[in-house]
């Protein structure tokens, strides 16, 4: 599991992971979990006419400093040229694909902008490793959404059932890493994670617009939260720790497919309990209802079994969603604290979110 390569002379170099998604919730956790491993880190971000990379701006440097090993490249998972040219450029050792349109909800107003991210990006990056012709190890972000209707708990026996483009999308990812693995003998793995959030959540997930909410609400800035199904339940874990997972199922000899989940089942309602009582007060006199925010197919229950991660990665997870949601109440109580009206104002802009 170490890191480092001996080149020829005896010299360590670092080995290179390329991140698609890197500006998202698991990309930055994850560039920061392999730059702390020793790792040259590239990421690909899209053009945008505003700043968008936040999540990583505490951990990139300069390029012309000696000491950077986060490099960060332009691209698009629509644009299949760009990719081949970065993979014959970078060669990296580890190519982790993240990005996507990973809204569920979103991707019922924009299924064929999902269909092309989501899914067909994934064989972008696919062939554009084979085109480039190098030797990497490839993890495909893959969900348990791909489960849909099938019914808890699910682990990686479960057949799919996806309930929306995202979760198809995903299902067509899925199978064509599997495909590469197999027709082409790449060391190709799906991690099929169950939902992971943190304090970086992006704020129209239901855990992050209930948690930022409450801060929002206990500051006496906002007086109401409109939500959709709250009997919906799912199995919350915390990001930072399944980034390990991530990293994990690359280091091992064997290309396999891995669940990552806590195993435990909470609903909507849970986490809205949690969540207020943790800073002095009751849902149920801040919470109403707004169709919008309902799918026209819904996934009742997600609950994850990751007991083959556990036996064969060593890997499990310790932080149970109670506590996660007092975790992210805490960060966004903090987040107000220490900023001003613009903060304020951005609060009653989430009014159009998903
Ligand atoms: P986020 O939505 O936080 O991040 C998505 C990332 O994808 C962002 O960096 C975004 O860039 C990038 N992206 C979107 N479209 C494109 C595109 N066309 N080309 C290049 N980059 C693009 O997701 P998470 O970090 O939460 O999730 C990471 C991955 O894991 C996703 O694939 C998601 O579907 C999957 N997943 C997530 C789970 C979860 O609970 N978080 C569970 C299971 C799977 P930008 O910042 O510019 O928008
Ligand atoms: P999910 O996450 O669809 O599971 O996908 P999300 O947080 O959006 O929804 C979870 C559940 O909460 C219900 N819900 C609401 N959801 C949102 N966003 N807003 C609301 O107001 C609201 N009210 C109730 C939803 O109906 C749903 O049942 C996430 C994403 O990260 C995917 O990319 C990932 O693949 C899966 O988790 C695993």
Redesign the pocket.
């Known amino acids: 599991m170490n890191p480092r390569l001996i080149a020829a002379g005896g010299t360590a170099l670092a080995k290179r992971a390329f991140i698609?998604?890197?500006?998202?919730?698991?990309?930055s956790y994850l560039a920061e979990l392999l730059l702390k491993k020793g790792y040259e880190v590239h990421g690909?971000?899209?053009r945008?006419s505003t700043f968008?990379t936040s999540r990583v701006d505490h951990l990139y440097l300069d390029p012309h400093d000696a000491n950077a090993s986060l490099f960060l490249h332009y691209?698009?998972?629509?644009d299949g040229a760009r990719l081949v040219t970065l993979m014959a450029q970078i060669k990296p050792h580890e190519v982790y694909n993240?990005?996507?349109?990973?809204?569920v909800r979103v991707s019922f107003e924009e299924p064929e902008h999902t269909g092309d991210?989501?899914g067909m990006?994934s064989i972008r990056l696919l062939e554009a490793v084979r085109m480039a012709g190098i030797e990497t190890r490839f993890y495909q972000?893959?969900?348990?959404?791909m489960f849909g209707a099938t019914p808890p708990p699910q682990n990686e026996e479960t057949a799919f059932y996806p309930r929306s483009p995202y979760g198809a999308a995903?299902v067509y990812s899925y199978w064509v890493t599997k495909n590469y693995r197999e027709a082409y003998g790449m060391f190709a793995v799906n991690g099929i994670?169950?939902?992971?959030?943190s304090p970086r959540?992006?704020e129209t997930f239901v855990t992050r617009k209930i948690t930022r909410a409450v801060a929002a609400i206990k500051a006496g800035r906002q007086d109401s939260l409109y939500m959709g199904n709250l009997d919906a339940i799912r199995d919350w874990g915390y990001?930072a720790e399944y980034v390990e997972g991530m990293w994990r199922m690359l280091q091992v000899d064997e290309p396999e497919d891995f669940v990552l989940a806590t195993g435990a089942g909470y609903s909507v309602k849970d986490f809205l309990e949690v969540s207020f009582d943790h800073v002095g007060l009751n849902w149920h006199d801040y919470v109403r209802f707004d169709e919008r925010y309902l799918r026209p197919t819904e996934v009742d229950a997600l609950i994850g079994d990751a007991s083959k991660a556990h036996a064969k990665l060593g890997w499990k997870a310790t932080v149970e969603t109670p506590d996660l949601a007092r975790i992210m109440v805490d960060a966004d109580v903090e987040a107000l604290r220490h900023s001003g009206r613009p903060w304020i104002d951005s609060v009653k802009l989430v009014s159009w979110e998903e």
């Open positions: 698609t998604g890197i500006t998202g919730q698991d990309g690909l971000i899209r945008a968008n691209g698009d998972l629509s993240l990005a996507a349109q990973s809204h991210t989501t990006g972000a893959s969900s348990s959404e995903k994670l169950f939902n992971h959030e959540r992006g990001a």
